[in-house]
């Protein structure tokens, strides 16, 4: 069993605790009450919570100190970065009892080895500046977040081990990173900054803090990994006759074109109709409308004719395919990764809608489209079922919704369990995941257990408490 | 602290123990006294143990009742695979009161998925039947272990997160696994078979499992990558000036060729005199010696011309090149990679030496040789110094003798610790690793413990703790 929840019990906090976090981190780097609230509630206004205080720190030895005096007086930390998780994890819960150790701060650089393809980073370096900083030395960073990279942080990515696009050639962010540094809860360092593609020295404890929602110890820098940067693109957009059709495509693809593929996605009709409704200067990709949309794109680092080759893959493919567009122009393939990137902005206009971030064998995404769809449609007639998503990882985001107004906020009101039910009920019978790659959080905190083994979870309880014994790191999130 | 070694306390067997492992196993499945014995010495045999039994399990099921047999009975159990290890992590200890639990009897493929690009395969497979199977399919599975890979089973690979060639391109075994089964060390089985591309739902449990060398659990069944079969390659042997020419040309060929590069192997003097003096049918590669020879494969789906490509790139990389050739003919491509290949066998027939498998951070392979060459010749005049490896991951295989083979034998009995401790002494200053792909096993679980971080080492024996708290699964390896 777990140590009882620190939030539960009453806390006795030192009325001087805020002036000791002052003196460790400097008075500018802690923030309360008014200034404090900004970190509080998540990018999307869904979680809110209240801290005691939002601390700065600005490097390691400053985080350690902030969690040895945490520890010292039972404080429990909520690690945050650029605060765009999508589930709650980053938010402190409601009681004030909490700190936010914010790390934004620890935004330096500390090494780039382009000959060794890696750079060392601190946590709070964000997304968009790593991608940058690699790219003017010649080198791909290849996590790729279209919504957030100005914004979300390393740190963040590396504890949510965040997807995007990309993921299909190059990994989620946990295959990106070689080493970690990692506060503990107890404030030792564990120094694992290292930059080997080989090491067997005994287990691999950096995959323990990947993923893990900030609830087993604090990322403050990492090693990443790097990659050369693309010469030549060719991006197809592709009408397809169906999901099954496009499934058979993303083999054939593969098969042909290998590894060049760096992205697959797959785009519903509805959510091309709300993207036209809601987003300038965006049209239909075909002369004609189609049910399913396919934007594919081939990348490589010599210079190669990938258009040619793209072409002569969806030629030889057969019948599924209704029509296609290929080019290497990138402001004409940038008009269709338009319609793919405003699918959420676009969501978000019409109204709130019940999202789903699954995940399935990519050879059953088509099975679970339409027996989630048969499913919902018997007991909700008339619902709208947004599908887009990550295809070639098999993810999808399926979000359910009513196409009117007024019907629509009371059906997620009452039926909101109903609907993630029959969905959840499905993804278990495919032997997929309810959380692809936003995380747990606060959000899927209590539904996972319906849908894990519970030996997985009597292990991650496990080594919770051996890591972090008196529960100080991120309470009320994962676990 | 560790629960104390079981090894070191009186065993109470019951005498009807092995009876009861026939019981469950199948009489047949259980072997004692001699005909145990060959399971009992590592393939080099350098390892030698005893063991009250060797026990065959057929299924999941029969090594969980196996192992529950022996956790109520406190006797100890060996992982073993195809007992190819190079550190003596899958053979007894001495005493004779551990069972030896060998998996080559699951060795079923459970699960073919072209379009996932997944199988499911049993611990006990090969790992040539596995690459066979991939290829009949047309998909291939990367992991590629020239001299083993006939024995070796995919269990063990897991367990040791095994390397080779290929790792450039396609990681380690850690990355090429979506998900395990495992039997843990109370006997329960952790289902965790999943095959998806993304799941963030919790702690990723089986990296703890891989790499461990069996001390946390029995790896029964494995979920692993495929990847597109390559239609095009092409391969050189390049003189190069000396290791830092090395360096620059590997960073010189990702940056242009990108990870079409599967393979980049470095070869010594020293080498490649052994080989001609041992292996029948081999020759230089060139009308000169050469100080320092690589080998490079370019590999890639789409049938391009990748001869060329390789040439542009060698042509613009400057003087650090003294001389090279390039072939897209297998045949011609193999005479080369007979001289990598069989510098081990020639080794073995040269006498004994002092191998150490280590890494460094690939930028500094160059300056690992320079310090290392230079702190043993000071010390050790005379001294042949044997350097190849996976310098593509930054993993170089240094092996120390004296040619004399009355004099190396007295010198390797009595300076083995301390060329050892010169050697390592360098990696530890690179930041690099005493053991890049071999593990540690028996071999060098003192020895880490001087290189390793105490803070890695108590939280790996904390973890061993909450995962195998009676120390049952593989005592005396690793920890």
Redesign the interface.
Known sequence: MLAPDPLSERQMIPVDFVDSLSELAGSTAVLVGETAAPYCTDWRGRYSGNALAVVFPSNTQQVAEVVKLCAANQVTIVPQGGNTSLCGASVPLQQGVQIVLNLSHMNRIRAF??????MTVEAGCKLADVREVAEKN?RLFPLGLTATQKYCEIGGNLS??A?GIG??RY??M??LVLGLEVV?PDG?????L????????????K??F???EGT?GIITAAVLKL????QAEATACVAVRDPDAA??L??HL???????ISSFEIISRSCLDLVFKYIPDTREPFASKHEWIIITQLA???P?PLDL?LREALRSFGDGIIEFEITTNQDHAELWWKLRKNISEAQKREGISIKHDV??????IAEFIARANAALHKVFPGIRIVAFG?M????IHYNVSMPDAAQNKMFIEQQEDAVNKLVYTVVREL??????????GQL?RDT?RD???P???E??R??K???DPRGLMNPGK??
Not at 113 to 118: L, Q, S
Not at 194 to 205: I, V
Not at 227 to 230: E, I, Q, T
């Open positions: 080895d382009a000959t060794n393809f890696t010649n949510t081990n997807g993921v299909l990994g989620n946990r295959d503990l030792r360092v564990l120094n694992g290292r930059s080997l593609r080989k090491d067997n020295t005994g287990y691999d404890l995959h323990l990947i993923g893990a087993l990659f050369p940067l693309p499934v058979a993303l083999s593969r098969a042909n074109c290998g590894d060049k490589d680092v010599l190669a080759a995940s399935v064998p990519v050879s059953r990550h070639g990882d098999g993810n032997n997929g995941s309810i959380s692809a790659e936003h995380g747990l899927k996972i849908y894990k083994d030996l997985e979870l292990l991650m496990n080594i408490q051996v890591l994962v676990l």
